[in-house]
């Protein structure tokens, strides 16, 4: 921990960046407490006084957070941070809806722009912030991980797959950022999760689902995997409790010659959403849209609720 933080002179802004790089969650809420003002500032010079303006700056936050070990110059974190911030703005003004997903990138940034869930998988602080996001709770985990780590990102996609109204998804994800900071504080000091170890076990265990459904095996697979009355929404509102109705499913496609390929894991000890691309046979090439997600959540390592939603119809 940075002793800078507690002492009477003001830590700089690259003690800060230095601090919180080590894992210094009290340096980290210094830094961006600091820098906060300046953010909200930018954000309601292009938005104006609206609930986009915050939403930015919460956005801005995260992004400056999982992306901090990219900084070339702690000093300049500040402009850094309004950079971000200020492309989060246009990015939000440019969407038709105002509700598309934004990925924000600082001028000084790899032209590339990783996936959030890349940015956290290359930073130092990933394991810390995926702890944190473990203190939350079902409903405001499951609203980040989609919001940040999947494609179905959007307010009103979002309110689909989790079955209520989109200002109750603008709530919760309210909660989850305010939330989020004060669980970084609270586990700055105690272990964290393997994020790596723990989303490669997640991914072994889904493409071995999907695979065995090929070859045969999908029903014994997924009663190993989840309770006898796992319950299921299915992509077209279809509805049941235990495995015939996903096994059904699963059946249906295969005799209509389409097939699933996993492209994304975003993994937490009680909730996993797989990204997986739907392939539509050769003789029937729009037969189905080309994404499916799936949202599960799990108790003692068995999956109680399955939730496939097409993210992209």
């Known amino acids: ?34 820098h906060r003002p300046g953010m909200r500032a930018v954000a309601l010079s ?3 006084w609206s609930p986009d303006a915050e939403d930015v700056v919460q956005d801005a936050i995260l992004v400056g957070l999982s992306r901090l070990g990219e900084l070339r110059d702690p000093a300049a974190v500040g402009p850094w941070l309004r950079a971000i911030t200020r492309n989060a703005a246009r990015m939000r003004l ?23 869930q890349e940015a956290l998988d290359d930073h130092a602080l990933r ?15 499951t609203v980040v991980l989609a919001r940040y780590f999947s494609t179905a990102t959007s307010y009103d996609q979002i309110a689909a797959l989790c079955e209520v109204p989109v200002g109750t998804i603008r709530s919760r994800l309210n909660q989850a950022r305010r939330k989020l900071g004060d669980a970084l504080r609270a586990s700055a000091a105690s272990a964290h999760v393997d994020t790596a170890a723990l989303t490669d076990q997640r991914r072994r265990e889904a493409e071995d689902m999907l695979s065995s459904a090929a070859n045969g095996r999908f029903r014994s697979t997924l009663a190993a995997a989840t309770v006898p009355d796992v319950r299921l929404v299915g992509p077209q509102g279809q ?5 015939d109705t996903l096994t059904d499913i699963m059946d249906s496609d295969l005799a209509a010659g389409v097939s699933q390929r996993l492209n994304g894991v975003a993994a937490g000890r009680r909730i996993t959403i797989l990204e997986c691309d739907l392939l539509s046979p050769p003789w029937d090439p729009q037969h189905c849209p080309p994404a499916v997600l799936w949202l599960m959540t799990l108790g003692d390592e068995r999956i109680e609720t399955i939730r496939l939603f097409h993210p992209n119809p």
């Open 1 to 34: 921990m940075m002793s800078a933080v507690g002492s009477d002179d003001a830590p700089t802004d690259i003690e800060l960046v230095m601090a919180a790089r080590g894992g210094d969650a009290a340096g980290l809420g210094v830094l961006l407490e600091r």
């Open 46 to 48: 292009m938005l104006g």
């Open 94 to 116: 440019r969407s038709a809806d105002r509700e598309t997903p934004i990925s924000p990138r600082a001028d000084d940034l790899p032209t590339r722009e990783p996936t959030p």
């Open 127 to 141: 394991d810390w912030v995926w702890t944190a996001l473990e203190a939350l709770s079902e409903p405001l985990q």
């Open 239 to 243: 509805r049941g409790r235990g495995r």
